[in-house]
């Protein structure tokens, strides 16, 4: 059997204006998932607010589709 070898790369920790927290990379991924309908709103009980979050996000300096 052919072994191979599994590289876990730990996510980045950004600092999320919205949540006023910190937050690991995924998170905000997953964000930017439910935010256009690629993921259930539901799966991302962090965003309360998801108007604040379509405002905020793209105005963000981490946000998924600048980095
Ligand atoms: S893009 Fe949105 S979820 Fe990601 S860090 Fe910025 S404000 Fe937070």
Not at 36 to 60: H, N
């Amino acid at each position: 059997m052919d072994k191979k070898k599994i590289i876990c790369v730990p996510d980045e920790i950004w600092k999320c204006p919205m949540l006023h927290r910190e937050i690991p990379e995924g998170l905000c991924v997953d964000i930017y998932e439910a935010m256009y309908g690629g993921l259930k709103k539901s799966a991302v009980p962090e965003v309360k607010d998801w108007e604040k979050a379509s405002k905020m996000c793209p105005e963000c300096p981490y946000y998924f589709e600048k980095s």
